[in-house]
């Protein structure tokens, strides 16, 4: 993979998973105690984390043994809860180097590398065979990528048959434009928001069916406010700062993606939006 691709340069780290491990210590987590859940609070890239990914992957009706393919799969989050909440057989492709090779070290710490293949690739040149995968999953990767119909064309030429397609993605808002930087790019030069009527009609120009689309903008707004609220209180009461890596995942610039992303999503600015597609049978 080209490591001077700017959307790669975007999300460089080094020694990611080990500054992650450090990070538990300090919370009274030792490396060979790490688990899954430990990890959940770090590991997905993505607005409401956890919770998010679960509601993804429960609308895609993900069963045992179901080979799935996630695109842009950062540092493994979603892989691993596909991995182990669903025992899907997992492909995890992601364009930049050093997210991958975190994904590789955090699957062995927690046990799971022989159920998770880590591919560095693109998700608008896919190096699979027709009708390989039962379920093809995006969460906030499309936002660096501007070729969203060659994207959504190659998920569905590598579902198989009746297979499905599901993204929760990061869209352009009813008003106006995001400040930056924004955790997906440091200035708009990288980000390619669309609203979501847009990306839904481009899944359909490929021949992708939508079975469920949700505008979870508000939702997404109420859980920031709580998890802001939360914050205010845990510092109130002098109790210990929040588990968290956004400063890790994000860099020097941490802080004011969060804030532009917080204020990009209270004023409409962008949205959030999830939807799940069939390949028809024919
Ligand atoms: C915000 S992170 C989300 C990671 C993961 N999906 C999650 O939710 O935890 C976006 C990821 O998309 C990846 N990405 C961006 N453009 C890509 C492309 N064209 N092909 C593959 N991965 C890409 C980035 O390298 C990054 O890891």
Request: aromatic fraction near 4%; proline fraction near 5%.
């Amino acid at each position: 993979m080209d490591r001077d691709n700017p959307v790669a340069a975007h999300y460089d780290r080094t020694s990611l998973a080990e500054a992650l491990v450090a990070r538990l210590r300090d919370h009274g987590v030792e490396r060979d105690a790490v688990t899954l859940e430990h990890l959940a609070a770090l590991d997905q890239m993505h607005v409401r984390g956890h919770e998010a990914t679960v509601e993804l992957l429960d609308a895609l009706e993900i069963r045992k043994g179901m080979k799935v393919l996630d695109l842009g799969a950062g540092i493994g989050g979603p892989a691993r809860v596909l991995a182990s909440r669903y025992d899907a057989r997992v492909t995890a492709l992601d364009l930049t180097p050093a997210l991958c090779e975190a994904n590789r070290e955090l699957n062995r710490l927690v046990g799971l590398s022989r159920r998770i293949k880590v591919i560095e690739g693109d998700a608008t040149d896919l190096p699979f065979e027709d009708a390989t995968f039962d379920r093809v999953v995006t969460i906030h990767a499309s936002m660096n990528i501007d070729r969203k119909r060659t994207m959504y064309r190659e998920a569905h030429r590598v579902l198989k048959p009746g297979g499905r397609f599901g993204f929760y993605d990061i869209v352009a808002g009813v008003a106006g434009s995001p400040d930056y930087p924004m955790p997906w790019a440091g200035d708009d030069s990288v980000s390619f928001l669309v609203p979501p009527s847009t990306m839904r009609a481009l899944a359909e120009e490929v021949g992708l069916r939508a079975l469920d689309f949700r505008d979870l903008t508000n939702a997404s707004r109420a859980h920031m406010v709580r998890q802001q609220e939360a914050a205010a209180a845990g510092k109130a009461a002098g109790g210990p700062p929040p588990l968290q890596a956004g400063d890790i995942l994000m860099g020097p610039t941490a802080a004011a993606k969060q804030r532009n992303l917080r204020r990009a999503v209270k004023e409409a600015r962008v949205g959030i939006a999830m939807a799940v597609f069939e390949k028809p049978r024919k």
